[in-house]
């Protein structure tokens, strides 16, 4: 058996695709630890149910005596922490849900890490990482055409959402500085693929659009994001908890900048290619659904990662572009309906958060 893995939020959207890249590519042992939150769907897991290297235990990270008991009896070499919540929009309508898990569970979670580590002999101590998972959110807004965030970026948050996740970077660090803790982060860009759960914009303009709903595009869709593929991102992040030096912080993005109206767009035509007979009658295009909204409070208007220092140390890079990744996500979408038709057969429905209102503009047809 190779290391074992225990994984936060491991039933969510990137942490499902870790598991599933470790199960089905390595030899890995993976304990998988998730609240079960709205977000949080075993139905991305169900293919190693039955797996003898793969448990599930529903926990919250903020039980620290639960934490350390699973610790203690699991024995993982690595903790990669994913659980958190993350979607700006509901961190604007309700911030204490984040600053709850995002700051006091990471807390919780790197003192149960802690005892149990001190508890390995000196050789296991040296191998044990906990990998802290963050995004680039932390930095804030680029300004300027060729600016990109660095690993060296100085943090500026915009949000409740990247501030919690700043605090909790700020804690891994600390953590590593003050008691020894081998800890290494990682920060990310936007990530899209199958399983993402339907609030975020591309599941949101996919499934909004096969229904014939509005697309809501915040402002006039301008904000340019750089965009990862899930899988892409979960091969990097075994990469640096196995191969990262400790005490480091690796940015992982896509190279794929896109305006989200620009997004948008792109989905409306391969969905027009791979879903013309969904398509209203009355519409010649999906397109035609765009509607632009009243823009998110503090939204920033570029993000761009720098991922040159995990290909030079560690020879990661994304293998999908923008083109084929997305291309890809849309088919999953029109495959897997039974996945999201049951994701929304619970509380959640596709609306935007955030207090942005419609406004009457649309998009011309072409």
């Not at 509901?90 to 919780?108: A, H, K, L, W």
């Not at 915009?158 to 500085?177: C, E, M, N």
């Not at 014939?212 to 904000?223: A, N």
């Not at 035609?288 to 993000?303: A, M, N, W």
Request: charge should be negative; charged fraction near 20%; include cysteine.
């Amino acid at each position: 058996m190779g290391l074992r893995f225990l994984i936060t939020g491991g039933a969510g959207f990137i942490g499902s695709a870790v598991i599933r890249h470790l199960l089905a590519n390595t030899v890995q042992v993976v304990a998988n630890v998730d609240k079960l939150t709205y977000a949080g769907n075993l139905d991305s897991l169900a293919e190693f149910a039955g797996s003898d290297r793969y448990n599930f235990h529903q926990l919250d990270i903020c039980d620290q005596a639960a934490m350390s008991k699973l610790m203690s009896a699991f024995q993982p070499d690595v903790v990669m922490h994913l659980a958190a919540e993350s979607h700006v929009d509901r961190s604007i309508d309700g911030p204490s849900d984040f600053i709850q898990t995002n700051i006091v569970g990471t807390y919780s979670l790197l003192e149960a890490a802690r005892a149990y580590w001190q508890t390995l002999d000196r050789s296991r101590q040296t191998s044990f990482r906990f990998h802290h998972v963050s995004t680039d959110e932390v930095y804030g807004d680029l300004h300027g055409v060729e600016a990109l965030f660095t690993e060296e970026t100085p943090y500026a948050p915009s949000s409740p959402y990247s501030a919690t996740k700043a605090s909790s970077d700020h804690l891994v660090r600390a953590w590593q500085r003050t008691y020894g803790l081998p800890v290494v982060i990682t920060n990310c860009s936007n990530n899209y693929g199958p399983y993402h759960f339907p609030e975020k914009l591309i599941p949101h303009m996919i499934l909004n659009a096969i229904q014939g709903k509005p697309l809501p595009v915040y402002g006039d869709g301008g904000q340019i994001r750089d965009w990862l593929y899930v899988e892409d991102h979960a091969r990097a992040l075994v990469e640096v908890a196995t191969r990262g030096r400790v005490g480091e912080t690796y940015n992982i993005g896509g190279h794929n900048e896109k305006r989200n109206l620009e997004v948008v767009e792109t989905l409306c035509t391969l969905l027009d290619e791979l879903a013309a007979d969904e398509r209203p009658a009355t519409l010649e295009s999906y397109k035609e659904l765009i509607t632009f909204v009243k823009d998110r409070p503090g939204h920033d208007q570029r993000y761009a990662i720098d991922a040159s220092k995990i290909q030079r140390e560690l020879g990661w890079v994304p293998r999908e572009t923008f083109d084929s990744g997305i291309r890809k996500t849309v088919e999953w979408y029109l495959i897997n309906r039974a996945w999201w038709q049951r994701v929304l057969s619970g509380d959640y429905q596709l609306a935007r958060l955030g207090a942005a209102e419609y406004a009457t503009a649309t998009v011309e047809k072409d």
